[in-house]
């Protein structure tokens, strides 16, 4: 009992934080040039390439090349938190009531995977290219990261798109026929409300025709209105950044607290020693 009594602290904090929260917009304003948080943010992008090149020393396969695809370009590190953490607050509005399904299509080495898995798990990759598949599997396999699944695929005949609840595709094709093919499949198999995160322009310019709707940045909902998508970015700007992935041992006496703190992205692990028995 001392225990739990002596976390009430840190809990309270995140009450009260959750009770007097304003809306924050999903994507803020990026720092600004010279500014210690732009060169701390540059910093650690420089980092991450530098890791995706000792992750990945495969060359492009010929016939990847030859189906259209491009060669694994991955997403600068700070780009693709923003629309990874946009998501996360997102799918916590939806109220889901289980764990968000991620999918990352044309995955490479899978580094963008070990962000993902950070918010939603389980979290998939696929690629069409045998030696980045293997690149992503020793990754995975060397940090242990539970809830991964890479596999070889190529991304025009998948038929198993509908299984997943964020989908994210970073212009996978260099081949514009096939990239708007690609496009089509994916939103036609998405079930209503799918999470779709496609940071490029050209899908910017086509995702009204494809029966999208923007809910913030590049984060679209597949077969929704604009006026659902903007209650859900409503909502979702009401919802906290904390992840609720980090696994933590359970005190009892908190749980109540902890679970809605948990489905409103309020609850920090850091700031607590345990996870309540179930979340929503």
Not at 143 to 167: N, R
Not at 177 to 190: D, F, G, T
Not at 202 to 219: M, N, P, Q, T
Request: charge should be positive.
């Amino acid at each position: 009992m001392r225990h739990a009594f002596a976390q009430w602290p840190g809990l309270r904090a995140a009450i009260w934080q959750q009770l007097s929260a304003r809306r924050q917009k999903l994507y803020p304003s990026l720092p600004k040039d010279r500014d210690v948080a732009a060169a701390q943010q540059l910093a650690s992008d420089q980092a991450f390439r530098h890791l995706h090149r000792f992750v990945n020393q495969e060359t492009q396969h010929g016939d990847a090349d030859a189906a259209g695809a491009y060669p694994d370009i991955a997403l600068p590190h700070s780009v693709f938190l923003r629309h990874l953490l946009a998501a996360h607050r997102i799918m916590l509005a939806r109220r889901l009531g289980r764990p968000a399904r991620f999918l990352d299509v044309g995955c490479g080495a899978g580094m963008q995977l070990l962000i993902a898995a950070q918010f939603f798990r389980p979290s998939d990759g696929f690629d069409f290219d045998p030696g980045y598949v293997a690149a992503a599997e020793k990754l995975v396999a060397t940090v242990d990261l539970a809830e991964v699944e890479i596999f070889e695929q190529d991304a025009l005949t998948f038929d198993g798109y509908a299984a997943y609840d964020v989908i994210y595709f970073y212009q996978p094709m260099h081949d514009e026929v096939k990239l708007h093919q690609l496009e089509e499949r994916i939103v036609s198999q998405a079930p209503p409300g799918t999470l779709l995160i496609a940071p490029y322009v050209s899908f910017e310019h086509r995702y009204d025709a494809l029966g999208c709707s923007r809910v913030a940045g590049r984060c679209y909902l597949a077969h929704t209105k604009a006026r659902a998508a903007a209650r859900v970015r409503r909502r979702a700007e009401l919802m906290g950044p904390n992840t609720t992935l980090s696994p933590r041992r359970t005190v009892e006496i908190w749980d109540p607290v902890v679970i809605r703190l948990r489905a409103n992205g309020y609850f920090s692990g850091d700031a607590f020693s345990y996870q309540p028995r179930s979340v929503i």
